[in-house]
């Protein structure tokens, strides 16, 4: 910006402040202090003299103001608010997190802290999070280039744009899965497949095995064990016998998938294929040096272990962490083993040192940008949440628990949040606050209806049916449940 441009600025300015009642009341109050000094004699004159200084400070103050403008510009209105918002939003955050810690530290018996006074407003951290991932603006985005190909007629698509179409298709599912809707997540993968088939190029083959990794995560969200293990097999095998693919992209394709299918059989307990999947993306990665690749593999052996109960290897894994920690780019890997060593304290009977690690975890993460922390971070707020309701510290629990929910509704893995909400309402059923576990699983219900969903997730639906077989059978949502599995079933 010119000195010219500068002027005009100010000259804005001064111009939108005419119209303000406060510049007319100002000018009133000074017309009125002039014409009270020439009534006070002497000390009217001292106060002239201070009036006639001050415009001239003023006048100084104006011309320094101009020749700043004219140098570094003028500031954005909008984006400084915004900023400003979100330093707001995230120092509230960081305030809150050192809060939590120090009533966690100086109250080990406390059953319920009074803590509404200092309690962070989730809409907030919402907001905050929203920014990183407005998948509003990422569907529409995605919808708008399906709109472009579309209009051009099928057999006139280049592969480019068939490409263009597979990828807003993939985005769209993607979305679909994130908020809990499964069955349009299942049927968008599959037409992305379908569309990359029709190119048939190295590059469309490699993105058709990805496609199947989406429809293994669908699958396996609707319970259909069977199709999910075979649509993750299918993912490797063809990432396997990739061609066109240098061998470094290939080997980080294949040991991708493997961790992948790992989790799932993971989460089934069925600990041979998951080891052996394992080992092979071990492998992959240790000839690659990818030490991420190693820290991944290494937080899947430890949720293995304790899926089956190996606290020891658990441990281990964590130890194995802490040592990769000790390089600075890969510091985060010492959150990750905090996180491990508190599922272990907590099955372990040891809720309050749970609670420590769980705390230090989630403030490292808080520390570190980008959409992985975020989630990182939520999910070490539920973990906290649990240890501090196994504590029988509600209100902590409370705390932590509806920070984590309101971070993922934000970023919108409403699937995620749901799933949050079925946990926290088996946490206050075992705790015996039946209204508050009643209020948490009616919020799960109301969330999965927004999506238009049925059907809960698999890991879900499991604890959904605990609730309402054993716990909270006379409930309403319960009670407007068309069967007790209905959505876990298979096709």
Not at 20 to 39: D, I
Not at 86 to 115: G, H, Y
Not at 354 to 375: I, K, Q
Not at 428 to 439: F, S
């Amino acid at each position: 910006m010119d000195f010219g441009a500068a002027v005009i600025f100010a000259a804005d300015a001064i111009e939108r402040s005419a119209t303000s009642p406060w510049t007319y009341a100002v000018l009133g109050g000074l017309a009125v202090l002039v014409a009270a000094s020439f009534v006070l004699g002497e000390q009217g004159a001292r106060l002239r003299a201070g009036l006639v200084r001050l415009a001239a400070f003023a006048f100084i103050g104006g011309a320094g103001t101009l020749g700043v403008l004219s140098v570094k510009g003028a500031p954005d209105p909008a984006k400084t608010v915004a900023e400003a918002t979100k330093a707001s939003a995230e120092d509230r955050l960081d305030a809150w997190l050192d809060r939590l810690k120090r009533r966690a530290e100086t109250a080990p018996t406390r059953r319920s802290p009074p803590a509404q006074a200092e309690k962070i407003e989730p809409k907030d951290i919402a907001e905050e999070a929203r920014r990183l991932r407005d998948v509003a603006a990422l569907r529409r985005g995605h919808q708008r280039v399906q709109a472009e190909i579309a209009a051009i007629a099928e057999p006139a698509r280049t592969p480019d744009q068939r490409r263009r179409e597979a990828a807003a298709v993939r985005g769209l599912a993607e979305i679909d899965r994130d908020e809990g809707r499964i069955e349009s997540a299942l049927e968008r993968f599959r037409v992305a497949q379908a569309i990359l088939a029709r190119i048939g190029d190295p590059a469309a083959r490699r993105a058709q095995a990805d496609a199947s990794l989406g429809v293994a995560d669908a699958l396996d969200a609707r319970n259909d064990e069977n199709g999910a293990r075979a649509a993750y097999r299918s993912a490797i095998a063809a990432h396997r016998g990739a061609d066109g693919v240098s061998e470094p992209e290939r080997r980080t394709d294949v040991a991708g998938a493997l961790l992948r299918y790992a989790g799932f059989e993971t989460r089934r307990r069925h600990e041979e294929p998951a080891r052996a999947a394992l080992d092979e993306a071990d492998q992959h990665y240790a000839a690659l040096h990818a030490q991420r690749g190693t820290i991944a593999v290494l937080r899947a052996r430890a949720a293995l272990a304790l899926e089956i109960g190996d606290a020891a290897a658990a441990r281990r894994a964590a130890s194995a962490l802490r040592v990769i920690a000790a390089a600075p780019p890969l510091a985060h890997a010492a959150a990750d083993a905090d996180m491990i060593e508190a599922r272990v304290e907590l099955n372990e009977g040891r809720p309050e040192a749970s609670e420590a690690l769980y705390l230090r975890a989630a403030a490292y993460y808080r520390g570190v940008p980008g959409l992985d922390a975020r989630r990182a971070t939520a999910a070490a707020l539920l973990g906290h949440a649990e240890a501090a309701f196994a504590a029988k510290r509600f209100g902590l629990g409370r705390e932590s628990a509806d920070v984590a929910i309101a971070i993922r509704r934000g970023l919108g893995d409403r699937a995620l949040a749901v799933n949050a909400l079925a946990r926290l309402a088996m946490w206050e059923a075992g705790a015996g606050h039946k209204p508050e576990a009643l209020k948490a699983l009616e919020a799960a219900f109301a969330a999965q209806r927004e999506a238009g969903e049925s059907r809960f997730p698999a890991d879900t639906n499991a604890i959904v049916q605990t609730l309402c077989t054993g716990i909270l059978p006379e409930s309403g949502p319960c009670k407007a449940r068309v069967a007790p599995n209905s959505s876990a079933s298979g096709p």
